[in-house]
């Protein structure tokens, strides 16, 4: 049965641009302290992509990473997916720009855009399309330049975010119980005014009075965000574990998307597991939307903290608004 196929990470890969902005320098820009900041988020600094630095070139390196890690060369790749709300353009997709440079096969590719939760939602998707049995590696990144729909003027939001790449090669595998057990996606659009970006779509073309207008940033209530973060990602965490007959306790690593350590610590308590189980990068990039999942498993992986047999949990949230959540068995 296709749906008994079991689908691995066989390999990981991430990317961070070199410039580094700290705290101190945003103190620069807009009215705020390293104190509120590292208080109220625990992000220290983050990264930020040169100009004329993409996020296909990000995805390139992230990609080429995972795929030495995994042993697979590029005329082996079945499937490229990737999440990304930071395009290089709105198209054609950057799965396609990346499918050309790095020289795969004539192979589907295609951008999903889930915001935060895009990583767990390509991971699926890719997933499902190898399960299918027609294919056998896919690459599936997260990539984004989140720096690009900044507006470096609201220091309620550019403080948050940074720019980086995470990307991952699904395998089918042999032994069933490994690689990903399920996920869990959902959505809930009548959060969509509570973080978006007005400009640049058919609602709100290029002109300049959108221009002057600063229709062409992300804006975010960030309380309400907070608010329903914790309490959707505590929901996903607890509905995959149970469809699984799995404790918190079973969770050897939990990898959350990196919004804010104090969204990460409240799940933490809620779910009664240990702050030490959770991948915590966040003091370094900030918010990197969908590539954040993936550089936090990556990180984890070179780290050593990802051993055969351990369970992994990944849980996201963002905007649309959408959730999901990943059970992993590391082989
Ligand atoms: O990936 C999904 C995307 N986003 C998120 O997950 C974000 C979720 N939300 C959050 O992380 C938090 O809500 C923030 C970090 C965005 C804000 O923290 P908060 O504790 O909810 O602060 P607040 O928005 O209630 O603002 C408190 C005060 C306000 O001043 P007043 O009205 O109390 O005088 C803000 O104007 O802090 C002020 N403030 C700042 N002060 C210094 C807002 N941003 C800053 C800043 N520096 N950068």
């Known amino acids: 049965m296709s749906g008994n196929i079991p689908i691995l990470i066989s390999g990981t890969g991430s990317y961070a641009p070199e410039g580094i902005l700290t705290n101190a320098d945003l103190t620069r820009m807009v009215d705020t302290t390293d104190e509120w900041i590292l208080s109220r988020t625990g992000i220290r600094e983050r990264r930020i992509a040169a100009p004329q630095e993409l996020t296909s070139d990000m995805a390139i390196h992230a990609s080429r990473a995972a795929m030495d890690a995994a042993g697979v060369k590029p005329e082996e790749i079945d499937l490229v997916l990737v999440a990304t709300i930071t395009p290089d353009m709105p198209f054609p997709s950057t799965a396609c720009i990346i499918q050309n440079r790095l020289g795969l096969r004539p192979v589907p590719a295609m951008d999903i855009e889930a915001a935060c939760s ?93 221009l002057a207008d600063r229709q062409h940033f992300l804006k975010m209530n960030g309380k309400e965000v907070f608010k329903i973060a ?102």
């Open 118 to 210: 895009g990583f767990l939602y390509v991971l699926e998707v890719g997933a499902a399309m190898l399960r299918s049995g027609k294919m056998r590696h896919a690459l599936v990144v997260g990539s984004e330049k989140l720096s690009s729909i900044i507006d470096w003027e609201d220091r309620s939001t550019c403080v948050l975010f940074g720019d980086g790449a995470g990307a991952v090669i699904l395998s089918r595998g042999e032994n069933t119980g490994e690689g990903v057990l399920s996920t869990t996606l959902g959505s809930d659009g009548r959060g969509g005014e509570i973080l978006y970006m007005p400009g640049g779509g058919a609602l709100c073309p290029p002109t300049p009075a959108s």
């Open 230 to 331: 914790v309490r959707v990602m505590e929901k996903a965490a607890l509905e995959i574990l149970a469809e699984h007959n799995l404790q918190p306790s079973d969770v050897a690593l939990v990898i959350p998307h990196q919004a804010n350590v104090r969204i990460i610590e409240l799940l933490s308590s809620r779910l009664g597991m240990p702050m030490e189980k959770f991948a915590v990068n966040i003091d370094r990039y900030g918010n990197t939307s969908a590539a954040s999942i993936p550089l936090a498993l990556d990180e984890a992986v070179r780290a050593g903290q990802v051993k055969k047999g351990d369970l992994i949990l990944m849980v996201a949230f963002g905007a649309g608004l959408t959730w999901a959540a990943s059970l992993i068995r590391w082989h």
